[in-house]
């Protein structure tokens, strides 16, 4: 069980389920990690239990690597597409998880490549979005963008993102972007306050590297990872986007839905209840 965030809210909650799972008959808990320590060795665990919102999804995500472990998420956030369980539902369903009836979504993840003028580089594993943003500059971006060996076009505005379909109900959706499900293999590419009003977000195949690069570049520039990882971007770096060889693995429980997580997070109501005029 992870639960990163040191609010007294988050903590008392993990106690809590802690000692609710540990006198819970046939589930054995193996670790608990509630601080900034590299937390147990999860290799004799068969799920992740995390506590918090999506951003300690993405933290437990990075965290597992190339060892990526089935996780259950527990909304103590806000919206919380991935962590979409209470801490009340999680208690009720202990006997599922104990009978393993629950079933494991595998969704894309990552790898983004940011590589220097001297050829230097850093890598890092994610699951939601990269995004290449104009953030302290106050200067509009021109991003030029190829897929696989095809050049696409040059974006210009506040930055770009490229997203998976995970992401997409992330930074891409409040910059204008499509949901997609999130077991499809494919990315979203959304500009961010385009320049050119005919540059739409595109969805593309996931099996062929995406690659970034800006022409121009001011100081303020900024290389931005699932919202947590932030670089400065210099003249003449590249960045790349490519499908991970992992997978992230959602543990779903019974009764809980991709459609139905939209419906109860962004509020879908159908059509609205319209009077009918008096005669």
């Not at 979504?105 to 890598?123: N, P, T």
């Not at 077991?183 to 595109?202: E, G, K, M, S, Y």
């Amino acid at each position: 069980m992870l639960a990163r965030d040191q609010s007294a809210r988050v903590q008392k909650v993990r106690a809590e389920l802690e000692q609710t799972l540990l006198e819970f008959e046939g589930i054995e808990v193996v670790g608990v990690a509630s601080t900034r320590d590299p937390g147990p060795d999860h290799r004799d665990a068969e799920i992740a239990v995390v506590l918090g919102g999506d951003g300690a999804i993405l933290r437990a995500c990075r965290q597992f690597g190339t060892d990526q472990l089935p996780i259950l998420g527990v909304n103590l956030g806000r919206l919380g597409f991935l962590a979409d369980s209470s801490p009340a539902e999680l208690e009720q369903s202990l006997s599922l998880l104990r009978d393993r009836e629950f079933s494991i979504v595998e969704h894309l993840m990552f790898e983004c490549e940011h590589r220097h003028r001297d050829d230097s580089f850093e890598a890092y594993l994610g699951l939601n979005e990269v995004v290449l943003s104009s953030a302290g500059s106050l200067a509009m971006l021109d991003v030029e963008l190829s897929i696989g060996d095809e050049q696409v076009t040059t974006y210009s505005g506040d930055g770009l993102i490229i997203s998976t379909p995970v992401g997409s109900t992330a930074h891409s959706l409040s910059a204008g972007g499509p949901i997609l499900r999130q077991d499809l293999q494919a990315f979203v590419v959304t500009p961010i306050c385009p320049h050119t009003l005919t540059n739409r977000p595109l969805v593309d195949r996931a099996d062929v590297p995406y690659t970034m690069t800006v022409p121009h570049i001011e100081d303020g520039v900024s290389l931005v990872v699932d919202g947590q990882i932030k670089q400065p971007v210099r003249p003449h770096d590249r960045i790349y986007v490519r499908r991970a060889d992992v997978q992230f693995l959602l543990v779903k429980l019974p009764g809980h839905s991709y459609y139905g997580t939209l419906h109860r997070k962004l509020g879908w109501s159908g059509q609205p209840r319209y009077r009918r005029p008096k005669s």
